[in-house]
């Protein structure tokens, strides 16, 4: 058969009676920490403060800098996402410039548009004097003072052809 789960022949094994332990006269002396005056007590109160109040201020500045650090880190981030849409975007538009400017593209649609290139023959040089050209200014305020120069200037040819 199987093995019993208690041996009942053997021993019986017991726990020794704890011993009582012998107790150590103890003796009150004088000394020790010394006592502080109220005044000592409120200053090192009043130290006791200041430091956890520091302690604090480090504690919040830390947090500070760093949730000002992973602002600006999401910052940079959002940047540089920028930049390589950016730079995508570029590229794209670059190579479809250099596709439309491209000779050969150029060619091709102006064959499509039944245009020819230019023959010499189709060139007239003409020549103009100085009063056939006509000049445009910039402005309103341009024109007026060529126009008051003008005028001056026929009122003075005037006044020495009178002489």
Do not use: C
Not at 1 to 9: F, L, V
Not at 30 to 45: D, T, V, Y
């Amino acid at each position: 058969m199987g093995q019993p789960a208690y041996d009942m022949s053997s021993e019986v094994r017991r726990r020794k009676a704890p011993q009582t332990q012998r107790r150590v006269a103890l003796r009150v002396e004088k000394g020790g920490k010394r006592r502080l005056s109220p005044f000592q007590a409120a200053m090192q109160h009043a130290l006791q403060l200041i430091s956890v109040a520091l302690l604090a201020g480090f504690a919040v500045s830390l947090l500070w800098s760093e949730a000002q650090l992973v602002e600006v880190n999401d910052q940079i981030q959002k940047a540089k996402a920028e930049l390589v849409s950016e730079q995508s975007q570029y590229t794209y538009y670059n190579s479809v410039l250099n596709s439309k400017t491209n000779i050969t593209s150029v060619e091709e649609v102006a064959g499509r548009l039944g245009l020819m290139k230019m023959d010499q023959s189709q060139l007239t040089y003409i020549r103009l004097d100085s009063d056939s050209v006509l000049v445009r200014r910039e402005s309103a305020v341009h024109q007026w003072t060529d126009f008051l120069h003008d005028g001056a200037m026929t009122i003075l040819a005037s006044v020495r052809s009178v002489k």
